[in-house]
């Protein structure tokens, strides 16, 4: 009898002790790891996610289609390339499995590659205006050392365009103003694509939550009319935000702040 017990006792204690070595490797694991995983498998695997993509480029047809013209200009589409026209989560995945936080490094060995996939709706939309006579602009928070292997993942599916004169990059800063400036300047802009509120306008470059919140609101007009937002759930300002743009906090620091954001009950 007292054998059961003492071996008992020795289960009850190897047991506890898993399910404690369990709860704090989970809870030392920062959450964005597994959390883009999960997001990648969304944008993989979602017949969702792939409706969403569908459904914003027929209502960018649908705008292009009702658009009347206000200018001589010749028309232009400005459009963000990462996850708005090509669809980098392989390499979301990539980092995940290896419990990495995004790094340069890795992100230009990916797009060195130029094996990223399109974004559902996308070429068949962008071919649609080049045929309407409409120029696409590829504006891009890529590296000018990027260019050759954006252009050349860009042409493997023979997207409109693709040359060094419509891939405007990164030269002086994230925003885009100033780029998007830059087109207006000799065309006349019928619609804005991107999967990132600071694709659309400079209301949205480096705002906190609230005012990024506030100014969608103000801008309530445009969506689905001039802005054709694509879901990412994976990354972006959103994320920025939350952390107030501060990249050089450790994943332990981001995890500790996404936690403390989130509703509960």
Known sequence: MKKGIIISSLIFCACTSLHKAQK???S???MMYDGK???????????EYKALCLQSYNIAALRLQEYKSVSLLPKAIVTDIDETVLDNSPFAVHQGLLKKDFDYAAWYEWTNMSKADTVPGAPAFLKLAASKGVEIFYITNRDEKERESTLRNLSKYNLPN?????LILKTNGS??????????????IVLLIGDNLGDFS???DKKNQQDRERNVDASLADFGNRFIVLPNPNYGDWEGALFNYNYKLTPQQKDSIYKSVLKNY
């Open 24 to 26: 704090e490797s989970v």
């Open 28 to 30: 030392t694991v920062p």
């Open 37 to 47: 995983l999960f997001t990648a498998l969304y944008q993989q695997k979602s017949a």
């Open 162 to 166: 693709t040359d060094n004169e419509h």
């Open 175 to 188: 925003s885009k103003e100033s780029r998007r400036q830059q087109v207006a300047a000799n065309h006349e």
């Open 202 to 204: 400079s209301l949205f």
